[in-house]
């Protein structure tokens, strides 16, 4: 079993649209969760980040992690063209990062 | 600041030729890293490295070298190169101090291909 597991997608969508991004993962001992957006041909970018459990909202965007289900979410309301991209979650493991396979995401005008 | 940069951009080698990924990071930060990314298949860490002098193995370290003898400088060399290290190969660096997040910037990418 994977330690972060996350659908690829890729999810399409119209303009307007709530999004809704979802990772599970396996370990307990995970502190930060991490959200990454990736543009086509870029390198990836942080976007938010959620330090246990709760929600955390930036604008649009809205971060949840449940660590009793170990299932973390991304919702993005309001979806814009500008959204489309792959959004990568990602946890903490000592010095380094665990990534999920990240979820493509099409936002169509 | 340009932030994490890596040159070449892109890259096809010969099999069995080698060649270094250079990357440079001018944040001043103490750790770096080299991923590797496969499509539909994440972000997968090859070494890092915790401050000048010091690399550890990711989870595919194998065909690939990194040494850090300075803070900014962080490349990778690829030996006898195979079709299976064709990819898309990113750098990054974070500041970690005594705790909180670990965020890590990454520089634009190396697309290689192993013909």
């Known amino acids: 079993q994977k330690e972060v597991e996350q659908d690829p997608g890729p999810l399409s969508v119209p303009e307007g649209a709530i999004v809704s991004l979802n990772c599970t993962y396996s370990?307990?001992?995970?502190?930060?969760f991490m959200w990454y957006r990736q543009y086509s041909r870029k390198g990836p970018e942080l976007l938010m980040y959620t330090y246990s459990s709760g929600n955390k909202e930036d604008g649009r965007f809205t971060a949840q992690v449940d660590k009793s289900s170990k299932y973390i979410s991304l919702f993005i309301r309001d979806s814009q063209p500008s959204d489309s991209a792959t959004y990568l979650c990602a946890m903490d493991s000592s010095y380094k990062l665990i990534f999920g396979s990240g979820t493509r995401l099409l936002v169509r005008p | 600041n340009a932030g994490v940069t890596q040159t070449p951009k892109f890259r096809i080698l010969k099999i069995g030729q080698s060649m270094t990924l250079q990357c440079a990071q001018d944040?001043?930060?103490?750790?770096m890293y080299w991923y590797r990314q496969d499509p539909g298949m994440g972000l997968k860490l090859i070494y890092y490295?915790?401050?000048?002098?010091?690399?550890d193995k990711g989870e595919v370290p194998n065909g690939y070298n990194v040494s850090r003898s300075t803070t900014e400088y962080f490349p990778l060399r690829l030996e006898l190169a195979a079709p299976s290290q064709t990819s898309v190969y990113f750098c990054?660096?974070?500041?970690?101090?005594?705790?909180?997040?670990?965020?890590?910037?990454f520089g634009p990418g190396t697309r290689l291909t192993v013909l």
């Open positions: 944040m001043n930060h103490n750790y």
């Open positions: 490295s915790v401050g000048a002098g010091i690399t």
């Open positions: 370990n307990s001992a995970f502190q930060y």
């Open positions: 990054a660096s974070s500041y970690s101090g005594t705790g909180g997040v670990n965020e890590q910037f």
